[in-house]
């Protein structure tokens, strides 16, 4: 996801506050009214990123006007005689490690309820749980998570670290620490693996130009490499006792029902787990305790599917693949000779690799589930 795309989604999330309190506030059904304060968010918001009008010609837009409504008397029927508010917590929420995008309080003051927005332009039948490195997939199964992206609290001191470049050592001692010494060589596989991307082609002369060439290149290993990550992984999962792991993938799935969903799609498609019988019996059915998980490459990806006595409840594919994280400066309209790139504070050519961002090299996992197949 490059900027822009950033920019659009969080604009959408600030809009969707903002036109949900004011159809409440339409119902007398807002409990604060606070209907101006949204809509100046989200003013603000665009105009200082310079996407208002690309905003509200978008998909974005289309589709949350084509459902307000819908979502807001679904609302008001299941909370009947309540007034409420929604109130967008996004950063903080995230920063606590947790999914909601928004959250709805209430007037009576006893209940706040979290909700993840994912809003799809093309639909969503298939949506994105969550998404990391290969090694803060394995990390997050060990490792005690704190506040923040890709932060962990150190076993001893209780203080945060990133488990990654200078704190590799610090990461080694943890996993023996929490005792789970033999996992450390499937790690440092992958330790390899990231070195041997960075130097073919974050360092080496020969990839200095994204030509179609390197492009060959690229995607074989994001290929070769990608297989080859599965079976680390496999093999770190191996070594871990099946609850935990099972416990944590509930987590970072999101399928232990601690907050709700809400999908928003094409043509006025929308699906809330506040108000959908059929989530909420699937999540039931997850949660149960004669449920078990199990895992296997299937394709390109890592299949973890949970099943009962009657079968297999869901399935979740994680596709592994190497990340550009925009190493090489392609924007959209080539160009010939040099251009001044400020960020780099260099002269490139097109597709030229840019060397501060080009440190960012990396591994990327992303879980996709398929949800309409269930609903």
Known sequence: MDCNDHYMQDAAECYWVFIVQRELKKRDKSHLGTVAERETDFDDYCSERDITTEFCESDYKKNMDLVVNDFVEALVNKF???????IDVEAE???QGLKGDFIITFDDDTETISVSLKNYRGGYD?????????????NNFVLNEACGPGMYLDWTTGERFRAQGPSLEQRDSNYVGLNCPEILDDLRELDSIL????????????????TKEV??????KCTQYGNKGIDIVISALNKMPIQRVQKRFLERADLCHKEELLL????????CSLFNDRYKALLTRVNNEESTLSYHRHAK?????MSDSEGEILHIDIPFTLQKNGSWYLPKDAYEGLIFHTKENKHLQYGERRPKKSKELSTSTNMWF????YL
């Open 195 to 210: 070195e041997e991307v960075k130097n073919e082609f974050g360092r080496d002369e020969s990839t200095k130009i994204f």
């Open 264 to 271: 928003i799609g094409k043509n006025g498609d929308m699906m």
């Open 215 to 220: 492009m060959g290149r690229w995607k074989h």
């Open 126 to 138: 298939s949506i994105q749980l969550g998404s990391g490195t290969w090694h803060s997939f394995i």
């Open 93 to 95: 929420y995230r920063n």
């Open 80 to 86: 009947p005689g309540r007034k409420m508010d929604i």
């Open 370 to 373: 398929r949800i309409m197949k």
């Open 301 to 305: 990806s890592l299949r973890m599917s």
